[in-house]
């Protein structure tokens, strides 16, 4: 059989498998039980935490996408981080970049001081220090790219042969780009994981994730433990997910489309200091980008001139762009790196990562992109002509208010200092826990 292009695959996930009654759109199986037609004879499904068909439909799409052998559907993207802890012992080493994901570096760092494995933070980028890592014989290196929030760049394929010759086992973050943009699997690596979350549902109402291998042995592995520990996805998640995968290549087309336009438009606006998009071709990875990227997706930060001062009036005065953390669904976010995403990294750590105060992460969305130029022009005037010019009276945005999800609910980790002090750490320095 012909293997179908990535709109196809997308949009007949699921479609006609249904055997009983020949509905079109799979259904969804919420038992979560199955009958025996017999003594000891179990069907395809027996109990819904180990299989689920609806959950079985979805995971199946995406290792199709993805180029790979076996797909296991976790209740959250961190959870799908964690499902690969399980394939570590206490002697094993494990690679993390310096500017991974907020969630995934308290995980690890987390569990490294609870002494589960060891861990050792990199910048990926730096070749010395990659060498040193992976002299010390890594059982996993953990790539994610383009990084959170200045997009980093980082070469897949250079970085797996590397960590492949040193006897390491590769898994890639593709989570910013999705399988449409990107396929880590054909790059060489060895396993690929998304928060579901965000691009392949794509609608900022389920949470989820997924993880992909390109070896069926060690798919089999991953989903026994999946099980074992029990973080498979829900019926219901996994059904919704589907159903916003059947549009992810039309919607990843209208992101790319609006984001190009969005970083021409900053680009020399006179409000911005610099901007980070790996699409701009003064972009440090935009030739890695250029090679194992099919486009440069829809992710994208930039500094505001003025300082903090200057974001806070550009945020009261956008009105399209809702402020909130988490991305890739149809609706354009924009936050504020140092006191959401990011607020659990001391203010050195973050500076060192070059997360500044006046630096400004957007979700550009699928809404017409007159509109969301013309929403980030007026937000980016009013942050330059100063806070006396704002309105004193004028209410705070919505999501500004009390109760909201605001600085404190938007923290990557708890409050509490003594969390807040283990999860600081200097990415200048590769620190072996
Ligand atoms: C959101 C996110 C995660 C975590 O996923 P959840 O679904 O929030 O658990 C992991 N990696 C990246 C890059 C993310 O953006």
Same mark, same amino acid.
């Given at each position: 059989m012909a293997t179908n292009k990535t709109a196809t695959i997308a949009v007949r996930a699921g479609i006609n498998n249904d055997k009983h009654h020949g509905a079109v759109v799979a259904p969804i199986h919420l038992s979560s039980t199955y009958a025996l037609t017999g003594f000891n004879e179990k069907r395809e499904f027996d109990y819904s935490r180990t299989g689920n068909p609806t959950r079985a439909t979805f995971a199946e799409a995406v290792a199709e996408l993805e180029q790979g052998a076996h797909g296991i559907v976790t209740s959250t993207g961190m959870s799908a981080v964690h499902l690969l802890c399980q394939l570590l012992t206490v002697d094993d080493l494990v690679v993390i970049p310096h500017?991974?994901? @907020? @969630?995934?570096? !308290? *995980?690890?760092?987390?569990?490294?001081? !609870?002494? =589960?494995?060891?861990?050792?933070? &990199?910048?990926? +980028? %730096?070749?010395?220090?990659?060498?040193?890592? *992976?002299?010390?014989?890594?059982?996993?290196? #953990?790539? /994610?790219?383009?990084? +959170?929030? *200045?997009? !980093?760049? &980082? %070469?897949?394929?250079?970085?797996? /042969?590397?960590?492949?010759?040193?006897?390491?086992? &590769?898994?890639?973050?593709?989570?910013? =780009?999705?399988? &449409?943009l990107q396929q880590p699997l054909l790059l060489g690596a060895d396993i690929v994981f998304h928060s579901t979350t965000k691009y392949i549902n794509g609608h900022s109402d389920v949470v989820g994730g997924v993880l992909v291998t390109k070896e069926k042995a060690l798919g089999e592995q991953l989903a026994?433990?999946?099980?074992?520990?029990?973080?498979?996805?829900?019926?219901? %998640?996994?059904?919704? $997910? #589907?159903r916003g995968l059947k549009t992810l290549p039309i919607r990843m087309k209208q992101h790319q489309s609006n984001a190009d336009a969005v970083a021409k438009f900053l680009d020399g606006h006179p409000a911005i200091e610099q901007v980070y998009y790996p699409g701009l071709a003064d972009h440090p990875g935009h030739a890695v980008a250029c090679k194992q990227?099919? $486009?440069?997706?829809?992710?994208l930060s930039f500094e505001v001139k003025g300082g903090v001062e200057a974001v806070k009036a550009l945020f009261a005065h956008v009105s399209l762009f809702t402020l909130a953390q988490s991305l890739g669904g149809v609706e354009s976010l924009i936050s504020h790196p140092s006191t959401m995403t990011h607020a659990g990294m001391a203010l050195e750590a973050q500076l060192v990562a070059g997360i500044s105060q006046s630096l400004v992460r957007i979700s550009v969305g699928i809404e017409d992109i007159d509109d969301i130029?013309?929403? *980030? %022009?007026?937000?980016l005037t009013a942050s330059q002509s100063g806070l006396d010019n704002a309105d004193p009276e004028s209410p705070e945005p919505e999501n500004q208010a009390a109760g909201k999800p605001s600085a404190s609910t938007l923290r990557v980790v708890a409050d509490n200092d003594q969390q807040k002090k283990s999860f600081s750490f200097n990415p200048a320095l590769a620190s072996l826990w």
């Open positions: 500017d991974c994901y @907020g @969630g995934s570096y !308290r *995980l690890f760092s987390h569990l490294a001081q !609870r002494g =589960l494995f060891k861990l050792l933070v &990199v910048d990926q +980028n %730096d070749s010395d220090a990659l060498e040193q890592a *992976l002299a010390q014989k890594p059982k996993l290196v #953990l790539i /994610e790219t383009p990084s +959170n929030p *200045l997009l !980093r760049i &980082v %070469d897949i394929k250079a970085v797996t /042969e590397a960590s492949h010759r040193a006897g390491a086992m &590769v898994a890639v973050d593709n989570t910013f =780009l999705s399988p &449409v026994w433990w999946a099980n074992c520990i029990g973080i498979t996805g829900s019926a219901f %998640d996994s059904y919704l $997910s #589907l990227q099919k $486009s440069f997706g829809a992710m130029i013309n929403d *980030l %022009d007026a937000g």
